[in-house]
């Protein structure tokens, strides 16, 4: 058992370091940039053994998105638990920002870029629930009567909406805190 286990860890070794070079180039250079014939040569393994690993870049873009959604969720939970109780939301929504803005070619693999990862459907995979689910309870400490995953949709898609705009140079780059909150005033009621 010590060799397959031994086999199954190097394996997995191999799948970071495929998944982490595959981010790095995409942080660096753009998801153009992420090629099966550049990790090859990035990481010094033939293009058959990154297809031992991966089917496709789709699917390997999913499994670095799969990745981002653990580190949102853990981003979310330190911002929600360290808040006082009136400001979780204002916290998760900082912190969302933050990540977003410092994890640009990764936010896109997690949510502008085309894949199978869906929200709200029985096959959602955990990553993606447990980031939701970390946003709904910091929602979920604003007392307005209504539905929340409602609220927590519109607040994550006005969230995403500023994030995305902001990044892309279609709002006041400048004037980005102020927007978050206004955002955090409207939910919270301020």
């Known amino acids: 058992m010590a060799i397959a286990d031994r086999r199954l860890r190097e394996r997995e070794d191999q799948r ?3 998944t982490s070079t595959a ?14 014939r ?3 040569s990035e990481i010094e393994y033939s293009q058959p053994v990154i297809y031992k690993h991966f089917g496709s870049l789709d699917e390997m873009t ?3 998105a799969l990745e981002g959604f653990v580190e949102l969720t853990e981003t979310l939970t330190r911002a929600r638990l360290t808040a006082q109780p009136d400001d979780a939301v204002g916290a998760a929504a900082h912190a ?3 990540y977003a803005l410092d994890n640009p070619a990764l936010y896109d693999a997690m949510f502008t870029r085309a894949n199978r990862l869906t929200f709200s ?3 959602t995979p955990t990553p993606l629930s447990s980031a ?4 709904r309870a ?3 400490t604003i007392q307005t009567g209504q539905d929340i995953d409602t609220l927590t949709e519109v607040f994550w898609a006005a969230l995403h909406g500023l994030v995305t705009l902001g990044r892309n140079h279609r709002l006041r780059s400048h004037h980005h805190a102020e927007q978050i909150e206004l955002l955090i005033a409207q939910f919270a009621g301020r």
């Not at 660096?28 to 940039?33: I, L």
Request: aromatic fraction near 8%.
């Open 96 to 98: 969302y920002s933050a």
């Open 138 to 140: 910091a929602v979920s």
């Open 62 to 64: 999913e499994a670095v």
């Open 23 to 36: 981010r790095r180039l995409a942080e660096r250079e753009g998801w153009d940039a992420v090629t099966t």
């Open 132 to 135: 939701y689910a970390e946003l």
């Open 16 to 18: 970071r370091l495929i």
């Open 38 to 40: 550049r990790l090859s």
């Open 121 to 123: 459907a029985a096959d």
